[in-house]
């Protein structure tokens, strides 16, 4: 029984039983709200509708086992059915067998990588992006999803290598839009936006509480689904009026197919891979971080990993569909009451029953509103403010998200993720190269040094204080040798410099050496040179280096400790 626990899950084996009324509702709550998701989120990736339900099951178990977070909710996601499809459409058809299994594979090398990072604990590889490129690569991502539904939304065939020839082709079609597909396709979508722009607003206004009515709000997606396809079934719209629907969709549970990729696919799919990869890890431990400080609860990132990889590895082999952690979902099951992974395991066990025995339900679903409910989802991922944010407070993390944007729509999805990690890498070069120095002195008063362009400060003649808020490295010595010989020269008759490393995380060897050669130069010069506050892991290696015996001045404890030993007498004030 021992080595049986070992298997279970931390939050199976002291499973509180109050908690399982909670659970198992959420859990058939849930079910039902995500059916038409999961089903246009498979369309979306170019993927037979049940694939969507298909890696609603066992890649949810999956994660729900091996995952940290108690409500994060895994399964197909806009995200990775755009980048599926992007990936995947030059090189197979759409649907066909062949786009299916390299679906399959996509998902198999990125779960796998998401596993090898897990295992070997490399969560902190989901801070290789930083805020603004993840909000640029979802907004530029969100934008071709909109226009990649289009053409469901107005019953048009559109043409073109690219997204803008895409749109450009939609809009020359405009007039030969189908009337029928783009009455109930308006409709839904005009629904839609009156439900999320207002309708909470008037709930709560009605006198409903605002939890329940933002659950109203999660569930009438559902409810416009269900209207549009009777709709269809009462007035006929398919047959009749050639209304696109989802068709037939395969009744029975998924074959267990245990597969390998050829080194030909594994290879033109390897760097996609990663990408989808990063992008997954990323989203998944910030949602997951998110929802547990909402709910006071810790999540480990290793876990986090473990558990989404297996979920994509199990995808691969039931269903062939990448799967992420959802926004959506995730919502859906906070607001449904989930309080454990117990929830998301009902769901996937309730998807068996549907796929059972209610597939063919949704094979007159009309392909207008499961484009008009994808739009809608996309159009929330479009991150306006997070471009307002960052202008306003640094431009070139704002330039990094318009360029990610901007490259994921002009180039793709790759080259656009590619553009934003090299802006900020180059930006990040820039800054560190470039290190904060100031000439510092003492507030009268006070044994605290500040910046003399900011404050009124006291100095002592020929002494010079310089703090360097920025690791010294091989990158930046250049800037700091000019910027302190450029200082020296605008201290009459200097005799001491002293520099303030409250601010030095790291000497590399380079900066040693440097450091040293400054210190032989300034002592040519009858200037000595000294160190105040310097870190006790900087120090501990200092002391292994030639530059500590070398150096002419010394070691202090605190600016205020130099400024008083460098003070002459009729300066230094004791008291203080």
């Known amino acids: ?329 995730s919502a859906i099951n906070v607001a449904a009451g989930a309080q454990t992974p117990l929830a998301s395991i009902v769901s996937a066990l309730a998807m068996i029953g549907v796929l059972a025995g209610a597939a063919s339900w949704f094979e007159r679903l009309p392909l207008a509103v499961l484009s008009a409910s994808i739009i809608m989802a996309a159009t929330s991922m479009i991150d306006l403010q997070a471009l307002r944010q960052a202008w306003s407070y640094d431009r070139a993390d704002a330039l990094a998200l318009l360029c990610t944007a901007g490259g994921v729509l002009l180039f793709g999805l790759e080259a656009g993720i590619g553009m934003g990690i090299v802006l900020s890498m180059a930006t990040l070069l820039f800054r560190v190269s470039s290190p904060h120095i100031a000439v510092v002195g003492r507030v009268p008063g006070t044994e605290h040094f500040r910046n003399v362009a900011r404050y009124e400060v006291e100095t002592l003649p020929g002494v010079l204080f310089v703090r360097i808020d920025e690791r010294l490295f091989f990158g930046n010595l250049g800037a700091v040798e000019q910027r302190l010989n450029q200082e020296l020269e605008g201290v009459a008759d200097a005799h001491d410099l002293v520099l303030v490393m409250s601010g030095v995380n790291l000497l590399d060897t380079t900066a040693v050496e440097v450091f040293g050669e400054i210190n032989q130069d300034l002592a040519e010069r009858g200037i000595k040179l000294h160190l105040a506050e310097v870190k006790g892991p900087v120090q501990d290696r200092l002391m292994k280096s030639v530059l500590w015996n070398a150096l002419t001045g010394e070691v202090f404890l605190s600016a205020n400790a130099a400024y008083e030993k460098l003070a002459p007498p009729e300066v230094w004030c004791p008291d203080i």
């Open 1 to 329: 029984m021992s080595a049986f626990s070992r298997l279970l899950p931390a939050w199976l084996t002291h499973y509180p039983r109050e908690k399982l009324g909670a659970d198992i509702t959420a859990g058939l709550m849930v079910t039902i709200l995500v059916i038409p998701q999961s089903l246009a989120y498979a369309l979306l990736a170019g993927l037979p509708p049940q694939q969507g339900l298909y890696v609603s099951i066992l890649p949810v178990i999956a994660y729900a086992w091996l995952g940290s977070s108690m409500v994060q909710a895994v399964g197909p996601v806009a995200v990775t059915a755009i980048m599926t499809y992007a990936v995947l459409s030059p090189i197979a058809s759409p649907g066909s067998p062949e786009y299916i299994a390299l679906a399959a594979a996509l998902s198999l090398l990125s779960g796998a990588m998401l596993l090898a990072c897990g295992v070997l604990r490399l969560g902190f590889l989901s801070q290789l992006l930083s805020r603004p490129v993840i909000s640029g690569f979802i907004s530029g991502s969100a934008v071709l999803i909109i226009i990649s539904q289009l053409k469901y939304l107005l019953g048009v065939t559109p043409h073109g290598a690219s997204s803008g020839e895409v749109m450009l082709d939609v809009l020359s079609k405009l007039p030969q839009s189908h009337l029928p597909t783009l009455a109930i396709g308006l409709t839904a979508l005009l629904v839609l936006a009156v439900v999320r722009s207002t309708l909470a607003g008037w709930l709560v206004k009605a006198g409903l509480a605002s939890q329940r009515a933002a659950f109203v709000v999660r569930v009438m997606p559902l409810v416009v689904v269900l209207v549009g396809t009777l709709a269809v079934i009462e007035f006929d719209l398919d047959r009749a009026h050639g209304v696109a629907v989802v068709g037939s969709v395969a009744a029975g549970l998924p074959a267990f197919n245990f597969f390998l990729p050829g080194f030909d696919a594994t290879r033109s799919l390897i760097v996609p891979a990663f990408l989808m990869m990063l992008i997954g890890m990323v989203q998944s431990i910030t949602m997951a971080q998110a929802l547990a400080i909402k709910r006071r609860e810790r999540i480990d990132a290793n876990a986090e990993l473990v558990g989404l990889g297996a979920a994509n590895v199990v995808a691969a082999f039931s269903g062939g569909m990448p799967v992420g952690g959802g926004l959506s979902r």
